[in-house]
């Protein structure tokens, strides 16, 4: 059974700090690894989606590696804003999985970004 | 605005009594699945659909179902609910097959349920 784990729980950094979020998984046969973030009352919003043939995807300040063999992924954060602040969640998805969505969730790694 | 939408966002409600909690989307996905969130376990799927009348289970579908009869709608229903059905519910959509190396999945806002 594919288990994630997310490493630290909280992490609280100045403003303006770069900062890695790590994501490892037990079960290295994945389709995809999902970044997501939370914000409280809302839901989760994707931030980046890394293929299993791929090793990175950017988007603005986001860096998401994947090494898939050894079952780690990487969210680096570059000049955090308080605006960054909120949980942030990864999602792999298993490679057998032909006929559904479905997502195995880390729980997460809250973040602070103090002003 | 392309959005997953969920009502209602808040919910008490007691033992046996019947609820349904609703879930619309607007991009016309073929795919959507109901999640649950709580603390220590963090999100694990319950039932998911793969289109109209195609729904199987997810990883803790006890004690809940689901239909769809339309592609935009995908309620989730508490025949009898209990306690331990007190959680934080979020309801997702994705595209289908033929884009199944773009599925990257959206959430509606989420829906807080307490039983008593």
């Known amino acids: 059974k594919q288990e994630v784990t997310q490493i630290p729980a909280a992490l609280s950094v100045p403003e303006g700090e770069n900062l890695v979020l790590n994501c490892s998984f037990t079960d290295s046969a994945i389709y995809n690894l999902q970044w997501f973030r939370q914000d409280p009352g809302k839901g989760l919003t994707s931030l980046l989606l890394?293929?299993?043939?791929?090793r990175e995807q950017t988007s603005g300040r986001l860096n998401a590696s994947l090494d898939k063999s050894s079952g780690r992924s990487t969210l680096y954060i570059a000049a955090s804003q308080p605006g960054d602040s909120a949980t942030y969640l990864c999602?792999?998805?298993?490679?057998?999985?032909?006929?559904?969505?479905?997502?195995?969730f880390g729980e997460g790694t809250q973040l602070t970004v103090n002003p | 605005e392309a959005q997953v939408t969920q009502n209602p966002r808040y919910l008490i409600t007691v033992t046996g009594k019947k609820l349904t909690v609703t879930c619309s989307q607007n991009?016309?996905?073929?795919?959507m699945s109901w999640y649950r969130q709580d603390p220590g376990l963090g999100l694990r799927q319950i039932y998911y659909?793969?289109?109209?009348?195609?729904?199987d289970k997810g990883d803790v579908p006890e004690g809940y179902k689901v239909s769809r009869k339309e592609k935009r709608n995908f309620p989730l229903i508490l025949e009898s609910p209990s306690p331990n059905q007190t959680s934080l519910y979020f309801c997702a959509s994705s595209r289908g097959l033929a884009e199944r190396y773009q599925e990257t999945q959206y959430f509606g806002p989420g829906t807080r349920l307490l039983v008593l």
């Open positions: 890394i293929q299993s043939s791929q």
């Open positions: 999602a792999v998805r298993p490679e057998w999985e032909t006929s559904g969505s479905r997502l195995t």
């Open positions: 659909s793969m289109n109209v009348e195609v729904t």
């Open positions: 991009m016309n996905h073929e795919y």
